[in-house]
């Protein structure tokens, strides 16, 4: 694919660092004739939904994979019935300070038991309603801070929920680590976790699921090791150029997106990002 005119799309789920805004500066990385996509850092999933809404990949061919199980489940209660997702926010998705510290307590109360390999204590709808309303309501994907201003308004976000759970049939969603998903062959987009933030004390400041230096080099590894096509998004960190620039085989290329990465409401700012694509 050479041309860049898919659409924009805003995930029903505020992220931080999510893609849907810069399409045109993956789009055209892509394979042409390809209509597969394995994405094992879903995240919001706006990329992704926005070339499904384009038709430039088809859903029967896509799987979206995450090791964040809020995310996943909110994708997957997306999927399988987005009219009780709305009704479940028209009816508990007011804006309020106390609602929000008990929505980041069960979603805290969901890590720390991931963290230590323990049953999670909320799953379906509920973990999915709490994922949503702490990412709604605050500045970053952790919910350090209530920020009513950053919020978008409920009925805008419905829309959204409505045509994400349109764009999600037939689309395959997974809660895995990204080793196990590329296993599977196919075209590969992938968005991880920034190097820069393995220099952050953890828990660090953007993501709630961490990825280790080591599970970057391994990320390196087993792309490096991998027939194309894929496409890579990551900040342009010199460790990272380190890791891929060594294969011919890679291209790479930096580009400027607007995100609002310091967890602030202060508006976006720019931010270089690379991108590494093997054809």
């Given at each position: 694919?050479?041309?860049?005119?898919?659409?924009?799309?805003?995930?029903?789920?505020?992220?931080?660092?999510?893609?849907g805004?810069?399409?045109?500066?993956?789009?055209?990385?892509?394979?042409?004739g390809?209509?597969?996509?394995?994405?094992?850092?879903?995240?919001?999933?706006?990329?992704?939904?926005?070339?499904?809404?384009?038709?430039?990949?088809?859903?029967?061919?896509?799987?979206?994979?995450?090791?964040d199980?809020?995310?996943?489940?909110v994708?997957l209660?997306?999927?399988?019935?987005?009219?009780?997702?709305?009704?479940?926010?028209?009816?508990d998705?007011?804006?309020?300070?106390?609602?929000?510290?008990?929505?980041?307590?069960?979603?805290?109360?969901?890590?720390?038991?991931?963290?230590?390999?323990?049953p999670?204590?909320?799953g379906?709808?509920?973990?999915?309603?709490?994922?949503?309303?702490?990412?709604?309501?605050?500045?970053?994907?952790?919910?350090?801070?209530?920020?009513?201003?950053?919020?978008?308004?409920l009925?805008?976000v419905?829309?959204r929920?409505?045509?994400?759970?349109?764009?999600?049939?037939?689309?395959?969603?997974?809660?895995?680590?990204?080793?196990?998903?590329?296993?599977?062959?196919?075209?590969?987009?992938?968005?991880?976790?920034?190097?820069?933030c393995?220099?952050?004390?953890?828990p660090?400041q953007?993501?709630?699921?961490?990825?280790?230096?080591?599970?970057?080099?391994?990320?390196?590894?087993?792309?490096n090791?991998?027939?194309?096509?894929w496409?890579?998004s990551?900040?342009?960190?010199?460790?990272?150029?380190?890791?891929?620039?060594?294969?011919?085989?890679?291209?790479?290329?930096?580009?400027?997106?607007?995100?609002?990465?310091?967890?602030?409401?202060?508006?976006?700012?720019?931010?270089?990002?690379?991108?590494?694509?093997?054809?």
């Amino acid at each position: 694919m050479t041309e860049t005119t898919t659409q924009q799309f805003r995930s029903p789920l505020k992220y931080v660092g999510g893609k849907g805004t810069h399409v045109e500066h993956l789009t055209d990385t892509l394979a042409r004739g390809r209509r597969d996509m394995i994405a094992p850092f879903t995240g919001s999933g706006a990329y992704e939904m926005a070339l499904l809404g384009d038709g430039r990949v088809a859903p029967e061919e896509v799987t979206l994979a995450d090791e964040d199980p809020a995310t996943c489940q909110v994708l997957l209660e997306l999927q399988k019935d987005p009219l009780a997702f709305i009704r479940r926010v028209e009816r508990d998705g007011q804006r309020g300070d106390r609602r929000f510290r008990r929505h980041k307590a069960a979603l805290d109360g969901v890590y720390a038991a991931r963290r230590a390999a323990r049953p999670l204590p909320l799953g379906g709808l509920d973990l999915a309603f709490s994922k949503w309303y702490v990412q709604q309501y605050s500045y970053d994907a952790l919910g350090r801070a209530f920020a009513v201003a950053n919020a978008p308004k409920l009925s805008t976000v419905l829309d959204r929920m409505w045509a994400a759970g349109h764009l999600l049939r037939g689309v395959t969603i997974k809660c895995q680590h990204f080793r196990e998903t590329l296993k599977q062959p196919g075209q590969v987009y992938l968005d991880p976790p920034y190097w820069c933030c393995t220099e952050y004390p953890s828990p660090n400041q953007l993501y709630p699921v961490e990825m280790t230096r080591d599970e970057h080099r391994e990320l390196a590894i087993l792309l490096n090791a991998r027939p194309g096509p894929w496409v890579l998004s990551i900040d342009d960190h010199p460790a990272v150029r380190q890791l891929y620039e060594g294969d011919p085989r890679n291209s790479l290329r930096r580009v400027r997106v607007n995100h609002n990465m310091n967890g602030k409401d202060t508006g976006k700012r720019p931010v270089v990002e690379l991108v590494i694509a093997r054809p």
